[in-house]
């Protein structure tokens, strides 16, 4: 999902002095909001202001519509019996227990979940001075942007005295905890990228099961045999794909072979390299030569797959033999009693990476009730909110507390599920998906969503789709650099 982050349009009267700089600085020249801004740039402040203009009242009236919604939830609150904390996140149904779980332990704190963590509106909110208490991070990226304006409590003199567990999350989590020095963020849930498999499928086709240490032209191969097609009319219609990436997954792509999306320093784009282009060209071949990978159009003809997760849903309908995710549709694919699954590593490739990825939980420094946020932070890495996410299949718990791994390892709910212990020994190889300063990734997806979807149209290949990603992507960076307001 791409957020957009950019706050053109947003009334000064609800920005405080240093918000609104950091808006100007940071997102008045810079970014853009959609595919449709990337070719068609900004190139002065009068079209910013015309921007402005335009939205002004629509923005004005979300906010007040916004806090309306937060004072009607709130007014019949007993005054001084109870504080109400805002909860930002999305609205997954492990939410709802979550805030049982927690208010039960703290009966004078009631919690509402407010279901859009967007960065735009969470800006929108702390520079207005109505913060949420508590707001879901979804990428490093955005954390840092946040932690460098100084938007973010620092959590560091709160680990002691609250008894944080932030010394018990698995190392890779870094980069969504802290920036520089300070604790900024608490993630709850994490997980590396498998791939699950159906059992029958593989069967019916002779196929053995994948297991880990398998290379990606084993997968390839395993991924031909499980593609079926029958004819209609004189034409072959796709009823089986041998397995599902997703196209967010490019980026992966262009590190199996040594490739980067940035130079370490984050001031240019390397995607080009050649390195990254051999990856490339054998993610398009699965789908365009090969054919094993649904195609959109293949997608939406084969099974409905509308609702949480997508075309991953096809997996669910038996309609692809194999998938690539983490461990957050599991909750779908328990509802499908006859889908026989299982999961094994990603296949080995030559610089061996595994997608990565968490979100974390921070506290807006101008938040209104601090005590209570800490305590609900605190509650969210507790043991009986961790086992929720296990069970849940949200994802890995975060912490390596030996009690909790071993609930996540069995869940006597789901005996089936006896692979858990993979989504940790993946953990060594995790990576999350790279980022610059110098570059807001919502310009990031954009551009390489965009130049993906021409390669899959046909009219360019994976070298040209790599050029032209770095090209664009560089063109901003070059710019942000030579802009004296641009924010580092």
Known sequence: MLHKYTLMGVPAQYYNGDALAIV????????????????????????????????????????????????????????????????????????????????????????????????????????????????????????????????????????????????????????????????????????????????????????????????????????????????????????????????????????????????????????????????????????????????????????????YGGDLLLFAQGKVAMVIVGRWLISEYRLHKDLEWATTAMPISPNHVVPFTSKCYAIPKNCKHKKEAIQFICHLLSRDNEDLVASYGDGLPTRRNKQIVKDFLYDPKYPKETSNQLYIDELKWGRITEWSHYIDNTDVNAIVGMEVSKMWLGSQGPDETCDKIAMQINDIINRNLANPNFLR
């Open 24 to 307: 100007n600085r940071k997102f008045g020249f810079g970014s853009f909001t959609n595919l449709q801004d990337v070719p068609n740039r900004l190139e002065n402040r009068n079209v910013f202001i015309n921007a402005i203009k335009l939205v002004l009242p629509f923005v004005g009236l979300l906010l007040l519509i916004g806090l309306g919604v937060y004072l009607v939830n709130t007014k019949n609150l007993p005054m001084g019996e109870k504080v109400t904390i805002r909860w930002v996140v999305d609205p997954h149904p492990i939410r709802k227990e979550s805030i049982t779980l927690f208010e039960k332990k703290h009966p004078n704190i009631h919690v509402i979940n407010d279901p859009d963590a967007g960065p735009q509106r969470l800006l929108t909110q702390i520079a207005g001075d109505v913060p949420p208490d508590v707001m879901a991070i979804y990428e490093p990226s955005i954390l840092y942007i946040f932690a460098q304006n100084d938007l973010l409590l620092d959590l560091s003199p709160y680990v002691k005295e609250y008894n944080i567990p932030v010394d018990d999350l698995y190392p890779q989590l870094d980069p969504y905890v802290r920036v520089g020095k300070k604790i900024v963020g608490i993630p709850e849930n994490c997980g590396t990228y498998v791939v699950f498999y159906n059992k029958k499928l593989f069967r019916e086709a002779g196929v053995p099961y994948p297991r880990p240490g398998w290379t990606w032209d084993e997968c390839l191969d395993s991924a031909k045999k499980l593609t079926k097609y029958r004819v209609v009319n004189g034409r072959k219609v796709a009823v089986q794909k041998g397995i599902y990436i997703a196209d967010s997954m490019a980026n992966y792509f262009a590190w199996i072979n040594g490739g980067s999306m940035f130079s370490p320093d984050g001031k240019k784009c390397i995607v080009d390299s050649e390195a990254a282009k051999k990856g490339m060209r054998f993610f398009a071949d699965m789908k365009l030569k090969y054919r094993v990978i649904p195609s959109a159009s293949e997608a939406q003809s084969m099974a409905p797959t509308g609702g």
